[in-house]
C-alpha cells in the first residue's frame, strides 16, 4: 500500500484518538444527546469510577503510538477492540453517530492490513 497514504491514515487516528481520549478525561466538547439505552450505558461507565478513564487512556496511550510511529502493530491491536465496541455500541444503542466510529474502525483495519506480515506469526 501506499506509504503515504498509511502514514497520512495512521496519523489522523492518532490524532482522533488522542483528542476523544482525552475528552474522557477533561470533557472539553459538548455532549451529544443519546437515546436512554446509550445514556444508561455511557452513565454506568462514569459511575464505575475507572471504565470510561480506562478507555480514554488506551485511546491516548494508542494515539500517542501511532503519532510517534512507535510500537504500530501492538497499537492496531490494541485499538481492535475498542473500535469493534465503538460501532457495536453506535449500531445497537445510537445509530446517529456511528460515522465517526466506522471511520476509526476501517482506517483501523487498513493499518492492520497494511502491517499484516507482522501479525501473521499470530495466525
Known amino acids: 500500500m501506499n506509504s503515504k497514504l498509511t502514514m497520512a491514515l495512521r496519523i489522523l487516528l492518532g490524532l482522533i484518538l488522542v483528542v476523544f481520549g482525552a475528552n474522557k478525561f477533561l470533557d472539553f466538547m459538548p455532549h451529544m444527546e443519546m437515546p436512554e439505552p446509550a445514556g444508561k450505558l455511557m452513565m454506568a461507565m462514569m459511575a464505575s469510577g475507572y471504565m470510561l478513564k480506562l478507555v480514554g487512556a488506551t485511546e491516548v496511550f494508542v494515539g500517542l503510538l ?14 481492535a477492540p475498542i473500535s469493534t465496541n465503538m460501532v457495536l455500541f453506535h449500531l445497537f444503542l445510537a445509530p446517529a453517530g ?10 483501523n483495519v487498513i493499518l492492520i492490513y497494511d502491517n499484516w506480515s507482522k501479525f501473521k506469526i499470530l495466525f
Not at 510517534?68 to 497499537?75: C, F, G, H, T
Not at 456511528?98 to 482506517?107: E, F
Open 98 to 107: 456511528i460515522g465517526p466510529a466506522a471511520i476509526v474502525t476501517i482506517i
Open 66 to 79: 501511532l503519532l510517534i510511529k512507535k510500537w504500530v502493530p501492538l497499537s492496531l491491536v490494541l485499538l
